[in-house]
């Protein structure tokens, strides 16, 4: 029988399966290409889009450069006191007066190059090397303040092309029109024209634009007449014409100067026997012809201002100010410090005084005296006595007395109002080997005194011997807590002689600390602007919106309470045993306080003490 081969059955077929990887796979690469053409077309259309914008902003700086020459650049900023009544106007026109080049000092073009850009009579409008290193180390450094390094025709640019919001933005689109327009600049005008326009646009301080109201203003002379010395002053000045003012801080421009005469050694403008005579030079400024009302509060003001805004937003902005200054106050100031000066002068050659009166809830002045007269040479009217240093004598024994008051680290003060002080004889040796013996302002000595009785009269020995014992570090401490700014450095500095005044302060220092009394221990800060506005804006400055204590800093939360009430009322005032009125009053008007501090110049001796021994007490109970 014949074996006939198996055969297979016959079973449905069933059709094979796509795999889905393909698909997936293919629909994925289709995806990314269609990404990739989206991301291609947002990328064009967004450089089209900058770059039309950025090509008009570049038009229209052009157009600014084509007309630089006759644009208008002032608007009036006024300064008001809180009710209304004007205290000083700028007028911009009245401060620029445009000059040629050839009417301009050799010296002070020389100066300028020197000091603001020594590559500008061969850079093409940017000085491309000093432009990378500034990249480079904006790079290196992103959390630090940036490196610009700009040149004459850029900063000619900023002032000419940009708004005031865009020349003091920071931003690398801005530095790129900068750039731009410099190099456009560059092509226009000559070397000289562009010298020429900057000489007179840049800001000098003391609303002098240009060189020309520049040299009139310091030194009363037109520019061509400028001497090495001022020319080298002056081509300082622009970096900052606030902190390198001559007429407030000659120091700090001095040494601005001293860098100016040498960047003018190395670029062969000078040589060292002109640059050396030059800085030794005296300088003779012109008068001030300041016509305003409280003159100094007014210029107290303005350098507020020049602060938050910046100098060229102030003397062309059109600013509207309201300060805290209230008229009725500072007449009411000025005639008080002349009757005190008339009734002390002839007896102990008082010529001046300063007084400055404060809300101290929230630190609003409301009169602020700087001298007599504004306008006497003679007892150096200008000079603002509120804001310089000043010996504060006894006015500073509360602050002693305060600080042995509050509590220690153990949470109890030191010291009591019903302790006890020996107002006895006591020597300190000197390092030069003599002894210093203090002694009170009648020579006479009272045994032992409760501290209160020590405070209320004014003895000179209970004070030194309370900051012997609270220490002249922990003293000086609690007096910067206090609102004391003037007190810096080490306290080896300092000695025994603080509490009798032997530190200088400033009186506003002084209305600041003493609004501490008042506050409950709470210290704030002085204000003089309430509100700031203009035309197109309104900047957040009122001081009416304050918390009644603004600064969290308390200096003592129990030693001012305790400092009121640890005396009868009668002897509050000081009495008339004391040479010195009270230096400060609580004058309950209408529901408010007001803190005065009235200071008077004569000349003084100063005494440094060391501490030495340990202070003499015993305590009531």
């Given amino acids: 029988m014949q074996n006939d081969p198996p055969t297979r059955p ?32 947002g990328v064009i259309a967004t450089s089209t889009i900058i770059y039309v914008n950025f090509s008009q902003e570049i038009e229209d700086g052009i157009a600014k450069l084509d007309t630089a020459r006759e644009r208008e650049t002032f608007e009036t900023t006024q300064i008001f006191d809180r009710n209304g009544d004007l205290l000083w106007e700028f007028f911009g026109e009245g401060n620029r007066t445009k000059v040629a080049l050839d009417q301009i000092a050799p010296a002070l073009i020389n100066a300028t190059v020197a000091v603001e850009d020594d590559t500008f009579y061969e850079n093409p409008g940017a000085d491309i090397p ?30 000419i092309a940009f708004d005031y919001e865009e020349r003091t933005a920071v931003s690398y ?30 800001y000098y301080g003391n609303l002098a634009y240009g060189v020309e109201a520049a040299a009139q203003t310091y030194f009363g002379k037109p520019a061509a007449q ?16 606030v902190d390198l003012n001559p007429l407030t801080d000659l120091e700090a421009a001095k040494e601005r100067q001293w860098i100016v005469l040498n960047l003018m050694i190395s670029e062969g403008y000078a040589t060292e026997q002109a640059i050396y005579e030059a800085f030794q030079e ?22 507020q201002l020049e602060a938050q805004f910046g100098a060229d937003a102030v003397a062309n902005g059109g600013l509207r100010v309201t300060t805290t200054l209230d008229l009725g106050y500072q007449r009411l100031a000025e005639q008080l410090a002349r009757q005190h000066v008339a009734a002390v002068g002839p007896e102990h050659n008082l010529t ?63 010291w009591t109002p019903a302790d006890v002080l020996w107002d006895l004889p006591v020597d300190y040796p000197q390092f030069d080997g003599s002894a210093y013996s203090p002694v009170n302002y009648d020579g006479r000595f009272r045994g032992p005194v409760r501290l209160r009785a020590a405070l209320a009269n004014s003895y000179n020995v209970p004070a030194v011997l309370v900051l012997q014992d609270v220490g ?58 309430l509100r700031v506005e203009r035309a197109t804006a309104r900047f957040c400055l009122n001081g009416r919106s304050r918390s009644r204590y603004q600064s969290s800093t308390r200096a003592s939360p129990s030693s001012s309470a305790t400092f009121w009430t640890m005396t009868p009322p009668a002897r509050r005032r000081w009495g008339a045993t004391t040479r010195w009125r009270s230096p400060f009053r609580r004058q309950p008007k209408r529901g408010r306080r007001m803190i005065s501090v009235i200071t008077g110049r004569w000349a003084t001796r100063r005494g440094w003490l060391s501490p030495s021994g340990r202070a003499i007490r015993t305590t009531a109970r």
């Fill in 282 to 303: 005296p300088f003779e400024f012109a008068q001030q012809e300041v016509s305003l009302t409280a003159p100094h509060f007014a210029v107290y003001a303005r350098q």
């Fill in 130 to 159: 000093y432009l990378v290193a500034a990249l480079i180390a904006n790079l290196r450094n992103p959390d630090g303040r940036p490196v610009g390094a700009s040149t004459i025709t850029q900063q000619l640019v900023r002032h």
């Fill in 472 to 529: 002249v570090p922990q003293m000086l401490e609690f007096a910067r807590q206090m609102g004391i700014t003037t007190w810096s450095g080490d306290s080896s500095q300092y000695g025994l002689s603080l509490t009798l005044g032997g530190a200088e302060v400033t009186p506003l220092d002084m209305a600041t600390a003493y609004g501490v009394f008042a506050n409950g221990g709470y210290r704030v800060d002085p204000v003089a602007i």
């Fill in 10 to 41: 016959n079973l449905p077929v069933v059709p094979r399966r796509r795999g889905c990887r393909g698909c997936l796979s293919r629909a994925f690469v289709i995806g990314i290409i269609l990404l990739a053409l989206a991301v291609f077309a």
């Fill in 352 to 414: 001046n005084a300063a007084l400055v009166a404060l809300k101290p809830g929230t630190g609003e002045i409301l009169a602020m005296l700087g001298s007599v007269d504004y306008h006497d040479d003679g007892i150096d009217g200008r000079v603002n006595v509120a804001l310089s240093l000043q010996q504060p004598g006894s006015s500073i024994k509360p602050l002693t007395y305060a600080a042995a008051l509050s509590p220690d680290e153990t949470g109890q003060p030191a």
């Fill in 173 to 202: 689109n801005r530095k790129s029109k900068e750039i731009i327009l410099a190099w456009i600049m560059n092509r226009k005008f000559s070397k000289d024209e562009i010298m020429e326009m900057y000489l007179n646009e840049i």
């Fill in 226 to 241: 400028l001497t090495l010395a001022e020319a080298s002053l002056l081509a300082g000045l622009p970096q900052s014409p």
